[in-house]
């Protein structure tokens, strides 16, 4: 049986977390699954597969993307991040998750890959967000064992440290 030209793999280039990455999908295979099993990147989680639970959630060229719902082959030549680049290094972990620790806003985990990228995203543009705003950025987001408590605390506290660092730095610059 002769295979259908749109049934071969096709070579994806594409920057991942700061870095040049590349690899092979088929047309169909979908971005978490292409992450997690080619690239090894898999602090992507795979939850629902229908875009509702937020448990994978990336950056894909600045915009928040449901991995689930999105084709591996869309990100060609496009720059992704995900919950791999929020740590500055393997043994330190970023404002977010560190906050995150301090306030156990975590349990089983799974959610929060997804939850951390959605926050870190927010925050960039957001610096000085109200509990409300939170509340409101982790309505797309299913957490089955925090009660969203703890992520709302972290996140404003994270928030907070991150403007005080943004303000030193200011003033460092000045």
Known sequence: MRRLQSDRRHHIRFTLN?????????PRM????F?????GATGTHVGCEHGVCGACTVVVDGMITRACLMLAVQIDGSEVRTVEDLAPSRD???????AFKR???LQCGFC??????????????????????????LSGHLCRC????????AALDAA???????TNEENTHA
């Not at 926050?119 to 610096?127: A, K, T, W, Y």
């Open 30 to 33: 979908l971005l978490t699954d």
């Open 112 to 137: 929060t890959a997804g939850i951390l990228m959605s926050l870190d995203h927010f925050l960039r543009d957001h610096p000085a967000p109200d509990e409300g705003d939170i509340r409101d950025l």
């Open 92 to 98: 330190r972990l970023g404002v977010l998750q560190s």
């Open 103 to 105: 306030h156990h806003a």
């Open 18 to 26: 700061g870095s040049a990455a590349h690899g092979e999908a088929e």
């Open 160 to 166: 907070r440290e991150l403007a005080g660092s943004s």
């Open 35 to 39: 992450l997690r099993h080619q690239i």
């Open 146 to 153: 925090t009660g969203y408590t703890p992520i709302v605390r």
